[in-house]
């Protein structure tokens, strides 16, 4: 008998899974937009932040895979692919963890302040993945800072450069009518800048004990 040595299973490069899963995702929209298109827009209707209202805390949970139409979802494409993969190279779970908090808190947010401008008299019905995609922007603009990380630094630089122009989509100003929902941008982008700081723990604890250390030694 003779025994060869076991080869363990190769570990998918970071850039494999974070470009799978934010292609995924993006995958996803489309598919839920075809779908809605098909049902005349009832998701929208039925499953939107509607603010203050009870069944408008479904859209919690859904509004963000919903879009208005084609160029609603085509204008959102670009940005959620490149700051969605940008925020998986944290780490993967970090990433999942940062979306949830960015897609609940900044959903919440949106609900209780969703009708904050609004002038027209009609019910707002806040859709869209851009609440969730301020929310990787922001997180990717601080979580270098709080984890002390040169690389991550850089990436917030970068980001900054490239979609810093976007973050006045955040800015609230009076909604005559339907629109951007300045609403959903600042509560995702609030929600980013939580999940940098909740999800650099590590790092920040490790700094404290590192500072701790240093003291006691001397």
Not at 77 to 93: I, R, Y
Not at 99 to 125: N, R, Y
Not at 202 to 213: D, N, S
Request: net charge positive; proline share 4%.
């Amino acid at each position: 008998m003779s025994s060869a040595p076991v080869q363990r299973p190769r570990k998918r490069s970071a850039w494999v899974v974070g470009g799978a899963t934010i292609i995924s995702f993006v995958a996803l929209l489309y598919v839920v937009e075809a779908f809605d298109q098909l049902d005349h827009h009832q998701l929208d209707y039925n499953y939107g932040i509607k603010p203050l209202e009870a069944d408008g805390l479904w859209g919690i949970l859904f509004a963000p895979l919903l879009h208005a139409n084609w160029g609603h979802l085509a204008a959102n494409t670009g940005p959620a692919l490149v700051l969605g993969f940008l925020v998986t190279m944290a780490g993967l779970s970090r990433f999942l963890w940062a979306t949830a908090i960015v897609w609940i808190v900044g959903g919440f947010g949106t609900w209780l302040i969703g009708k904050v401008g609004s002038t027209c008299g009609l019910e707002p019905d806040h859709i869209g993945a851009s609440g969730v995609i301020f929310g990787w922007l922001t997180f990717l603009l601080v979580f270098g800072f709080f984890t002390r990380s040169a690389w991550q630094i850089a990436i917030g630089v970068v980001v900054l450069i490239a979609y810093g122009g976007i973050l006045w989509g955040a800015v609230p100003v009076l909604d005559v009518c339907g629109g951007v929902s300045w609403q959903g941008h600042l509560c995702g982008g609030i929600a980013g800048v939580l999940a940098a700081y909740l999800l650099s723990s590590p790092e920040r604890k490790a700094r404290e004990h590192r500072r701790t250390a240093r003291r006691s030694a001397t």
